[in-house]
């Protein structure tokens, strides 16, 4: 069954540099999203994206965060410069139709130090 | 501000019982989901309900709207230990043609023996 991957599963890094997030979105997907969930918290909706543009963004992702379609299958979210209040789990999702069911990667836990 | 509760947040059941979560949010919606998280996973999406009365089933899950008391009910029917996990539920509103998802803050299930 084709799934959704993203790398690394752990990043850690310290205050203030920038760390690129990867996710392979399953195939044939048009729609890519990036959510994060602090830890013991509620999901928090960051980005979507479709036609290589940003579709929505919440009031979190600001001029730090930044996604890109580099080539045909990489999805990728960058954090500037990290604060402490960026350590969380960061998930991306895709889907077929734009909001429909949503399959969503393992995770990337991101550890700022 | 779109506001989204469950309830309970904690929920501790023997096997064999019926319950209901329930998920009121405060505004208009286009479309409310449900995910499960298992501890240290991902999000695995449930439902998608999409219209006022959409009742929809999955195993010892069904998951029902109304659009008008800005209700939906996820309810567990003769629970076993595997459905332990946290059930999310997420809106996304109609309002403005802006598709950004609320999360409610999760009701952790744990089935006993």
């Known amino acids: 069954e084709p799934e959704v991957t993203q790398t690394p599963s752990h990043q850690v890094t310290q205050m203030g540099q920038e760390v690129i997030l990867r996710c392979v979105p399953i195939?044939?997907?048009?729609?890519f999203y990036w959510y994060r969930q602090i830890l013991g918290q509620k999901v928090e909706f960051l980005v979507s994206?479709?036609?290589?543009?940003?579709?929505?963004k919440s009031e979190i992702f600001d001029d730090q965060f930044s996604v890109e379609r580099p080539d045909g299958s990489n999805f990728t979210l960058k954090i500037r410069s990290t604060k402490l209040e960026d350590s969380a789990m960061y998930f991306c999702a895709s889907s077929e139709e734009n909001f429909y069911e949503q399959y969503f990667g393992p995770g990337t836990r991101l550890t700022v130090t | 501000e779109l506001k989204v509760e469950q309830n309970p947040l904690f929920l501790s059941m023997q096997e064999g019982k019926n319950y209901t979560i329930y998920c009121n949010y405060s505004?208009?919606?286009?479309?409310l989901y449900w995910y499960r998280q298992d501890p240290g996973k991902s999000l695995e999406s449930l439902f998608v309900?999409?219209?006022?009365?959409a009742v929809k089933q999955e195993g010892r899950l069904m998951a029902s709207l109304d659009t008008k008391a800005r209700l939906s009910t996820l309810h567990i029917t003769a629970a076993v230990h595997d459905l332990s996990a946290t059930y999310f539920c997420a809106v996304l509103p109609i309002s403005g043609g802006s598709y950004i998802p609320t999360f409610g803050r999760g009701t952790s299930l744990i089935v006993h023996p």
């Open positions: 195939s044939n997907h048009l729609y």
């Open positions: 994206f479709y036609n290589n543009e940003i579709s929505e």
């Open positions: 505004t208009t919606s286009d479309r």
């Open positions: 309900l999409l219209s006022n009365g």
